[in-house]
């Protein structure tokens, strides 16, 4: 194969899920889109917090966050939470951090999503604000 044929390829394939985005962001609101696609995503990628953060072997450690907000926490998870709350915020902040190591990977090897594309999608998404 040889390189045009090979970008000509990317290029079907990602207008191929761009399509797929649309359709799934027109049917769907935008947080069960982004559980879909975070489960598609090989587990190298996202970790599954219910299957391997919870159920893997645990350690304790110490953390220091400012007093109110630990009181905040507790309020809000009441006994024996705390620790599960704090796990599922890291596990979420550490997806993030994954996702961005990707797209900054995807952008390294594709480029940059254009501009227009990214206003398009914002225009589409089905909570889109106009102050964005």
């Given amino acids: 194969m040889s390189a045009s044929e090979g970008s000509d390829r990317a290029a079907g394939a990602l207008s191929a899920l761009e399509e797929a985005l649309r ?3 027109a049917a769907v609101p935008r947080g069960q889109v982004v559980k879909c696609i975070t489960t598609a995503l090989p587990a190298e990628v996202v970790l599954d917090r219910s299957a391997r953060l919870h159920e893997s072997k645990v350690r ?38 994954l996702l961005g190591e990707l797209l900054d990977e995807l952008d390294a090897e594709y480029g940059p999503v254009p501009e227009e594309l990214i206003q398009q999608a914002r225009r589409e998404w089905p909570d889109h604000d106009d102050q964005s």
Avoid at 69 to 93: I, W
């Fill in 23 to 25: 359709q799934a962001l």
């Fill in 60 to 97: 304790k450690v110490s953390v220091s966050m400012p007093e109110e907000l630990a009181d905040a926490v507790r309020a809000r998870t009441g006994s024996g939470g705390f620790s599960r709350y704090v796990t599922d915020a890291v596990s979420r902040e550490f997806q993030h951090d």
